[in-house]
């Protein structure tokens, strides 16, 4: 009774094992994938490793799948600057397998990826990493976005508000003038 015991212990034990390290042995070889998709009529989506992102960073030969999975067809275009756009149609639930550094995604651009059907476009070529964000231009090196915020004081506020309206600067001074005057009458 014992033997049967460790006859089939042993071989469990043994397989838990192996898929026990097998599992992220296998998980570490995938090359990471982006994929961009339109989900809604005015929605695209990017995920990448099945994560939702909004930007993503790639490297030389990372994988972009652009698919569509809406019941009507969408048009692809990729467009580089200086370049002829690259335009395909996608049927419902088709995909397009682009590498970074093969053309039409060249290596250091960066893209904004907008619905209409599903545009991406360069916002900078050569410019160091290579990204993808959705809806707007990611931010250039070198290039500022906004500014500094510089407190005020309310009082600086006012007299700047009434310097650059001067009726009502002359309607309060001549209000003014015209209380003193009665109240100088009066006595």
């Known amino acids: 009774m014992i033997n ?3 006859v089939t212990v042993l071989p469990v034990l043994l397989i838990i094992l192996v898929t026990t390290f097998s599992v992220p042995l296998a998980e570490a070889g995938s090359i990471p994938t982006l994929e961009i998709s339109m989900v809604e009529t005015d929605k695209v989506e990017m995920k ?12 030389i030969g990372n994988q972009v799948n652009i698919c569509n999975f809406l019941a009507v067809p969408v048009e692809l275009t990729i467009q580089n600057p200086g370049i002829e756009p690259f335009k395909q149609d996608l049927k419902q639930n088709d995909c397009l397998d682009f590498f970074v550094g093969v053309p039409p995604l060249y290596v250091g651009t960066e893209y904004k990826i907008s619905v209409g059907s599903i545009l991406i476009d360069a916002c ?3 410019q160091g990493p290579t990204v993808f964000s959705l809806g707007i231009c990611p931010e250039v090196e070198g290039q500022v976005i906004g500014g500094r915020l510089i ?9 700047a508000g009434v310097q650059t309206n001067y009726s009502i600067l002359t309607a309060l001074v001549v209000g003014g003038a015209g209380f003193v005057v009665f109240k100088l009458k009066r006595k």
């Open 4 to 6: 049967i015991v460790r």
């Open 48 to 59: 990448f490793d099945n994560t939702i992102v909004e930007k993503q960073e790639l490297e």
């Open 124 to 126: 900078s070529v050569g």
């Open 151 to 159: 407190p005020i004081d309310t009082t600086s506020l006012l007299v």
